[in-house]
């Protein structure tokens, strides 16, 4: 390996794990040193990169010696159980949990949108929600134009969004269906197969789910809009992979179709799929792999006078988690 | 069969065809007769009702000599052309295509909101879109009370909506999913399995498709509100039968939440499934083959100081079609 950062991946046998080892590759990241870490369980796997095969280590306090670089994507709780100790061994950590990202002195980044927020950490930055992150691709170039007030959305989450695990179930529950066999839910609460589940993360006491009202407190933090609203629905469907967002926003100023279309084209990370005549839009087929979200649907809203309506699509595992983290690590 | 009405179905092989057949046995609907009706390729096909094996016959402009209601569900084009022979020979049409919906003498009718439209027609009484019932089923006891203005919906429509070929092409990718062979799309311009298809009937001039529309202009007719603005994204989900519908409404008076839940749960046809604690809301599979529509997810909306958000799913097939077409034929 070149000289470099010396980076960690914890949870690097996870659905998004994997994926920032190939993000790390394809982007040729600087590397001196790249450590894999994983429960007990995974401990002793191998893993290819670059063409090296790399062993897999048991996470534990001590594992971030030496290291600059630690990118978390394990759950919340190994993040507050060992975040403190990478920060503490000196590297900065970039956390793909939900963890610290409304903590205080936590940046939380989305490169296109706010990289000049990555320098103020203290040694955590976070990497957003999912969902948040693909809805404010499609927006921000708007939200810079005329200032995004409010935002009306549903989600159609893939179930790579739960990990391994969600992926797992939902193949087998896909066999189950097809072979006219009983079907098991083990990881979410009911079959996800030929279903669509509305409830993502448990609901809080406004009667939202916590994945639900990321939008809102995320993008404030993330657009530096205190007084953003919004107003989410959060829905497992049965995709394998990419997120999908139906989003309805109000602006300060009046939008126009045309320069939306314009502005969107122009954006890093986002490409416009709105094809009216051949009825070309963006699914999670097409985004599939891809680093950049597809922005389709884009029309004058007809509720908000001066809103638009659009469909976005991103890559939940790349965009909305391992090549966002991987890009703010590029930032340090 | 005992006294009552003489009745013919045109598209008796179709997905709700058939459902319409089941609607009239589990209602134990008036019948003197009953005609079934398809296209040529389907003349002599046997289907049982009540026990009793009835044949299909081609439908052609003499099918429906003493016919006194005729239940259309085989697409538009069918309607234009036979409606008017139906109407000629004296029977009530009941159309569930869209053909008829929006013209003016031609009530537009969801039993258990505007039944009193119902006498006002001249031969024809069209069925309204699936979606739309389905939404409105849920608004409708909470439009009484406050007086819907606005609603910015996000559908997730099951195949069934498009047929039997569609419930079919579903079933044919999962195989092929599963087997990990090449995926055919026929019915649908894009692979269904495993995706999100945000194009439901061709856009239209103003960027929404025409199944985005009908919920504005259909639900200003059927809830006598000329005003009634609704921003609509109508996408098909890959699940075989239920549609769900992610509704905000915007009111003109301040609604509650114990009210509307209250309201909900006394209004006919719908029924309320909320358990926030044991996170239990409704889905497709839960919706399957029953009447009612099922609503959730039931909050004070994020955005809209005056506004509600809810989840609603209705079995497309049946009260989305069938079910409301026979409900009408009973109101004759």
Chains 1, 2 share one sequence.
Not at 40 to 47: F, H, I, L, V
Not at 64 to 69: E, P, Q, R, T
Not at 266 to 287: H, I, K, S, W, Y
Request: aromatic content about 4%; glycine content about 8%; charged content about 20%.
């Amino acid at each position: 390996m070149s000289a470099g950062k010396h980076v960690a991946i914890a949870g690097a046998t996870g659905a998004v794990g994997v994926e920032m080892l190939q993000c790390l590759e394809e982007r040729n990241f600087p590397l001196a040193s790249l450590k894999l870490l994983a429960s007990a369980r995974s401990k002793g796997k191998k893993m290819t990169f670059r063409g090296e095969e790399l062993t897999v280590e048991e996470l534990t306090p001590d594992s971030f010696k030496g290291v600059d670089i630690a990118l978390f994507s394990a759950g919340s709780g190994i993040s507050r159980e060992f975040g403190p100790h990478a920060v503490r061994a000196g590297a900065v950590v970039v956390d793909n949990s939900s963890a610290f990202r409304m903590e205080a002195g936590v940046p939380l980044v989305v490169p296109e949108i706010n990289p000049e927020d990555a320098p103020g950490h203290q040694g955590i930055i976070a990497n957003p929600n999912c969902t948040t992150i693909v809805a404010l691709m499609a927006l921000y170039s708007l939200h810079r134009a005329w200032t995004v007030r409010s935002i009306v959305a549903s989600s159609y989450q893939a179930v790579s969004g739960t990990g391994q695990a969600g992926i797992e179930e939902l193949a087998a529950q896909n066999r189950a269906l097809v072979a006219g066999e009983p079907i098991v839910a083990k990881v979410y609460s009911r079959q996800i197969a030929s279903n669509c589940l509305p409830e993502i993360g448990g609901v809080v006491a406004n009667g939202y789910t916590s994945e639900e009202m990321k939008m809102q407190n995320e993008g404030r933090k993330i657009l530096h809009q205190p007084d953003l609203k919004a107003s989410v629905t959060c829905v497992r469907v049965p995709v394998f992979r990419s997120h999908s967002v139906s989003v309805t926003a109000d602006f300060e100023r009046k939008p126009s179709v045309e320069e939306a279309r314009r502005l969107i084209g122009a954006a890093a990370g986002v490409q416009v799929m709105d094809e009216r005549e051949a009825n070309r839009f963006p699914t999670p087929l097409d985004c599939t792999g891809k680093d950049d979200c597809l922005v389709g649907r884009i029309r004058e809203d007809l509720v908000f006078p001066q809103g638009l309506s659009l469909w976005v699509v991103g890559d939940q595992v790349r965009k909305g988690a391992a090549l966002n983290a991987v890009q703010i690590a590029e930032l340090l």
